[in-house]
């Protein structure tokens, strides 16, 4: 396959030397049988396109690109490239985007893709921008994949009334059905982190969990639950919709819930059938 594919910033004459770059989060996975137990997880196959968040040395890409009908890698350091552009050389389906996931513009990028998975070995400081991003998103996404810390996998498969559950849990798994497929361990990582890591398998709901009138809102009403997490969550409805406690309690009564109740004990079907009860 020797057809030129698009390639997306500076080129690069030289492989060069590179350094792990401490400011992006950058620790790599290296052991290629590991990262294609990863992919395998993602049940990704020869009909899918692949958004790729942080390809690194191109380990991960490389095994897509054999697996897959496309792969669109966005990196943000440029160092990287000259390396990318070697490793990759030899695939057709395969288009390096340089710069930063939160910044390029992924409507236009994966426009003629169609529906697409998203795979990603993320710097921690990435994880919840990007995953808050991703999943208020309107794109076409099939599934997200996501190599985060453990802790920060945790809080995407947490449940009520556990320190894991907090808003980014709610919106994760009312749009998909988040499961921790693989624990990492730091040693696994050049250069290695400080804790463990996991790579969670996020397929895309057809529908989402629950039915709410107004998604919008039940967003609202999830985030001021847990704004306070001492607080009960007639107070943090009270802080958050600038209404006197006879009304909060009295929504709450009508969403079939008690009073005394704490935001973090609800789940999906209790949040929906609160913000559903809204009278503002």
């Known amino acids: 396959m020797n057809k030129k594919k698009p390639f997306y910033g500076k080129p690069a004459q030289k492989k060069g030397e590179f350094h792990h770059k401490h400011s992006l989060g950058q620790n790599f996975l290296e052991d290629e049988a590991l990262v294609a137990s990863l992919v395998d997880s993602t049940k990704v196959g020869a009909e899918d396109h692949i958004l790729e968040v942080g ?24 160092t990287l490239l000259p390396f990318l552009r070697i490793k990759l050389e030899k695939y057709d389906n395969v288009c390096i985007v340089q710069g930063d996931i939160l910044r390029v513009n992924l409507p236009e990028i994966m426009a003629e893709k169609g529906a697409f998975h998203v795979v990603a070995n993320i710097p921690y400081y990435l994880t919840t921008d990007l995953m808050q991003m991703l999943l208020s998103s309107n794109l076409p996404i099939k599934s997200i994949n996501v190599m985060v810390q453990k802790e920060a996998a945790q809080r995407l498969v947490g449940a009520p009334s556990t320190v894991e559950y907090g808003p980014l849990a709610v919106r994760a798994q009312y749009h998909t059905e988040p499961e921790i497929a693989q624990i990492v361990p730091a040693a696994c990582f050049t250069p290695p982190p400080k804790v463990d890591s996991a790579f969670v398998c996020m397929p895309w709901r057809d529908a989402p969990a629950v039915s709410v009138k107004d998604e919008k809102l039940f967003f609202r009403v999830v985030n001021a639950a847990f704004a306070m997490r001492r607080k009960t969550l007639t107070n943090n409805l009270m802080n958050a919709f600038r209404i006197d406690r006879e009304a909060a309690v009295a929504w709450i009564e009508r969403a079939g819930l008690g009073s005394g ?20």
């Open 55 to 78: 390809p690194g040395a191109g380990i991960m890409t490389n095994i897509l690109a054999q697996r897959c009908k496309s792969v669109t890698a966005v990196e943000i350091d440029e």
């Open 261 to 280: 109740v704490r935001g973090e004990a609800l789940n999906l079907s209790e949040f929906a059938a609160l913000a559903n009860a809204y009278e503002g």
